[in-house]
């Protein structure tokens, strides 16, 4: 098996210490696999606060702690286009829906779900918008709602099966936190047309 590890900082500012830990960790994964890859990834799609100089102290502070990385540094925002067909595909595949809730709606389910008397586990993101039909979402859509796409890790992990090496613990049911795409950041809105695409959100 290939291990291939990122870094991912934002080029808004300089490393600090937590930015220096993940840059070595993610290195020395990779660089203790036979066939290891590590890639440094500029995460440059917030573009008010990006600054071109960020790109070269970044860069240059990871030479100077001797981490270095395999090809060329990528920028995420000239990526946007293979981002799409990512997300294409998993909504092709019905593992990816938009999310319409807002962080207090998301706040109320949760608590609601901590003050159920069979005492539930609280997951981290309740699957609100996993419910809705592919009528509901596009019309949601059509009205300008702000949305933000998920994966639907319980269906992706049917699909997919066990890959980890070894168990990886946490202290709360993250089945439902992972965070695909935000669709409300100025020009990149998103502009998925779902009736296009087949299959539920």
């Known amino acids: ?24 960790i993610a290195c020395s994964m990779a660089r203790h696999s036979p066939d290891g890859v590590f890639l440094l990834r500029h995460e440059d ?9 960020f790109y070269h102290d970044i860069e240059g502070d990871l030479k100077w702690l001797g981490l270095d990385w395999d090809g060329v540094p990528l920028r995420q925002s000239a990526r946007i286009s293979a981002y799409d067909k990512a997300l294409e595909s998993l909504h092709r595949r019905t ?19 901590a003050a159920a008397p069979q ?3 609280v997951p981290v993101y309740p699957g609100i918008c996993r419910r ?4 509901e979402q ?13 994966l639907d890790s319980r269906r992706a992990g049917e699909l997919v099966g066990e890959l980890s090496l070894r168990d990886l613990r946490f202290g709360r049911n993250l089945s439902e936190c992972r965070f695909v795409r935000r669709c409300d950041f100025g020009a990149e809105r998103c502009r998925h047309r779902l009736s296009s695409r087949g299959g539920r959100g």
């Not at 593992?95 to 809730?101: E, I, K, T």
């Open 95 to 113: 593992l990816a829906y938009p999310c319409f809730c807002t962080r207090r709606e998301i706040q109320e389910e949760l608590s609601r779900i």
């Open 132 to 135: 809705l039909s592919a009528d």
């Open 45 to 53: 799609i917030d573009g008010s606060r990006v600054r071109e100089e």
């Open 138 to 150: 596009q019309g949601k859509i059509d009205v300008g709602l702000p949305y933000a796409w998920r």
């Open 1 to 24: 098996m290939i291990v291939r590890t990122r870094f991912a900082p934002s080029p808004t500012g300089r490393l600090h210490l937590g930015h220096v830990l993940a840059a070595r």
């Open 119 to 121: 005492g539930a586990e």
